[in-house]
C-alpha cells in the first residue's frame, strides 16, 4: 500500500492565487515565520486549514480516508511547522515556497502513517502481550485486504482521545523511541512513558473485550 509523495503540488498556483484573491496576506506571515514568531502558525493554520486538509483528501485513496484523519494530519502539520519556525528553519521567501514547505510537511506525515502498516507486521515478532494482542486483531480484520486492515487500525486509533496520544502511537509504530517520540511531542521522557502508559492500558482494556 503505497501512495505517491511528489515534491510538486498540483493546483498550488490556482490555491495560492485564491487566496490573495481573498485578501490574505501570506507574504507577511512568511515575514514572521523567519522571524521566529511561532504565534503566525496558529493564525496561518486557523485560516488555511481547510485548505490544507482539502488538498491531503484528496492526495489519499479511499481506502485510506479512514487511517488517516486530515485534522489529525492537520495538527502533526501545525506542530512540525511550529517546530521549524522556532528553531529558526522556515527559509521560504514568499507565499508559494512557504505552501511549498507547508505540503512537503504534511507529505512527510502521511508517509509516517501510511508505514503504520507495515511496521505492524514487523512487530509481530516482538512477543509482547500488547503486541500480539494488536496483531490478532487485525490479522481479524483480514490479512488479505488492507483496507479492512487499515479500518481497524483506524478505529484502535479511535479510542486514544487526544491527537498527541494518536502521534504517540504512530511514532512507535513507525519505530521510533519513546523518548524521541515524546520529545517531538514537546515532552520529557517521564510524561512521555506516563501518556504511553495510558496509551497501552486503553488498547489492552479494548483488545481483551
Known amino acids: 500500500m503505497q501512495i505517491p509523495v511528489n515534491e510538486r503540488v498540483p493546483g498550488l498556483e490556482q490555491t495560492t492565487t485564491s487566496q490573495d484573491a481573498e485578501g490574505a496576506d501570506v507574504t507577511s506571515l512568511v515575514e514572521?515565520?523567519?522571524?521566529?514568531?511561532?504565534?503566525?502558525?496558529?493564525?496561518?493554520?486557523?485560516?488555511?486549514?481547510?485548505?490544507?486538509?482539502?488538498?491531503?483528501?484528496?492526495?489519499?485513496?479511499?481506502?485510506?480516508?479512514?487511517?488517516?484523519?486530515?485534522?489529525?494530519?492537520?495538527?502533526?502539520?501545525?506542530?512540525?511547522?511550529?517546530?521549524?519556525?522556532?528553531?529558526?528553519?522556515?527559509?521560504?521567501?514568499?507565499?508559494?515556497?512557504?505552501?511549498?514547505?507547508?505540503?512537503?510537511?504534511?507529505?512527510?506525515a502521511l508517509v509516517d502513517r501510511v508505514k503504520i502498516v507495515s511496521r505492524l507486521r514487523a512487530l509481530e515478532s516482538e512477543g509482547s502481550p500488547f503486541v500480539r494482542g494488536m496483531r490478532d486483531r487485525l490479522d481479524q480484520a483480514g490479512t488479505g485486504s488492507s483496507q479492512e486492515f487499515a479500518e481497524e487500525l483506524h478505529r484502535m486509533l479511535g479510542l486514544l482521545s487526544t491527537s498527541a496520544d494518536r502521534e504517540l502511537l504512530v511514532q512507535w509504530l513507525h519505530g521510533k523511541s519513546l523518548a524521541d517520540a515524546g520529545a517531538s511531542l514537546g515532552m520529557n521522557a517521564a510524561m512521555a512513558r506516563k501518556r504511553w502508559q495510558r496509551i497501552r492500558e486503553t488498547l489492552q482494556d479494548a483488545l481483551a473485550e
Request: charge should be positive; hydrophobic fraction near 35%.
Open 32 to 108: 514572521r515565520f523567519r522571524g521566529g514568531d511561532s504565534e503566525a502558525v496558529g493564525e496561518f493554520v486557523t485560516r488555511y486549514g481547510p485548505v490544507i486538509r482539502s488538498h491531503f483528501r484528496r492526495k489519499i485513496g479511499a481506502s485510506m480516508h479512514r487511517l488517516v484523519d486530515s485534522q489529525d494530519l492537520l495538527s502533526t502539520i501545525s506542530r512540525r511547522l511550529c517546530q521549524r519556525v522556532q528553531n529558526g528553519r522556515v527559509s521560504a521567501e514568499d507565499d508559494r515556497q512557504l505552501w511549498a514547505l507547508v505540503y512537503r510537511i504534511g507529505n512527510d
